[in-house]
C-alpha cells in the first residue's frame, strides 16, 4: 500500500482519473497524516506535502477530514483490487480464500503508516468517518459475498449461501484482527493473521450450506 509509489494509486473513487492536483492532495495527506497523525496536521502541512496552493485544497475539498474520507475510500478500493485480482471466478471459492486473504494482508502490510490512518484515525471523524467506513466495508462484504456465491460448492459439495448480514460479519472479524495487530505493534506480522481469518471465512460459509 505505498501510495508513493503506486500511479494512480490515490485516484478519485470515480470511473474517471482523478485530476493530477487531487491525486498529489491524497499523497500529501498521507504524508502528513505519516509524519504528524491526523489531529496535528494541518491544511498547510497538506499542501506543502503536495506541492500546491491552499486554494487548490480547497478546489478540490471543504475541509481536512473530508480529504481524510476521500484518501481512506481511495486506498480502500486499491486493497480490494488485490482481492480481486488473487481471486479466480473459475476456481471454487473454498479453494481460493487462503490466497485472496494473503493477497488483503500483503497489501496492507506495504504501508504501516498509512494503514494505522485507515484503520485507526477515520474513526476519530465522527459520524462522516463511520459512513465511509461502513461504505467500505460494504464494498468488501458486497464482494466477499458474491465470491462465495458464485464460487461453485464448498467442502463436501455444499454450495454456500452467504448473506449480506454473514458477509460483514466476516469482514467485520477480519477488521479487528487488524485493529488488535496494530494496538499491539504487530503490523509486520501481518501475515500471522491469514491462517484465523481463512478460518473465520470458511466457517461463517459452511455455516451458511446447512
Known amino acids: 500500500m505505498s501510495i508513493a509509489t503506486e500511479k494512480p494509486a490515490l485516484a478519485a473513487p470515480s470511473a474517471e482519473p482523478a485530476p493530477e492536483h487531487y ?75 487462503e490466497r485472496t486473504i494473503t493477497a488483503y494482508f500483503d497489501y496492507l502490510a506495504q504501508d504501516p503508516a498509512l494503514l494505522r490512518t485507515l484503520f485507526v484515525e477515520i474513526l476519530g471523524l465522527g459520524m462522516p468517518g463511520l459512513a465511509a467506513r461502513r461504505r467500505v466495508n460494504g464494498e468488501i462484504a ?23 448480514e454473514m458477509a460483514m460479519t466476516v469482514v467485520g472479524g477480519i477488521n479487528e484482527l487488524v485493529l488488535q495487530a496494530i494496538e499491539q505493534d504487530r503490523v509486520g506480522d501481518l501475515g ?12 461463517v460459509a459452511a455455516e451458511s450450506a446447512r
Open 142 to 164: 458486497g464482494f466477499i459475498q458474491a465470491a462465495i456465491n458464485s464460487g461453485g460448492g464448498g467442502h463436501g459439495g455444499l454450495a454456500a449461501h452467504l448473506t449480506s
Open 192 to 203: 500471522q493473521l491469514v491462517a484465523p481469518a481463512t478460518r473465520l471465512v470458511r466457517a
Open 23 to 97: 491525486a498529489r492532495l491524497l499523497e500529501g495527506m498521507a504524508r502528513a497524516v505519516a509524519a504528524k497523525g491526523y489531529a496535528d496536521s494541518t491544511i498547510a502541512d497538506i499542501v506543502r506535502e503536495a506541492a500546491v496552493s491552499r486554494r487548490t485544497f480547497y478546489e478540490h475539498f471543504t475541509t481536512k477530514s473530508e480529504c481524510l474520507i476521500a484518501l481512506y475510500e481511495a486506498a480502500s478500493k486499491l486493497a480490494l483490487r488485490a482481492v480481486s485480482e488473487a481471486f479466480d471466478p473459475a476456481q471454487p471459492w473454498h479453494a481460493q480464500v
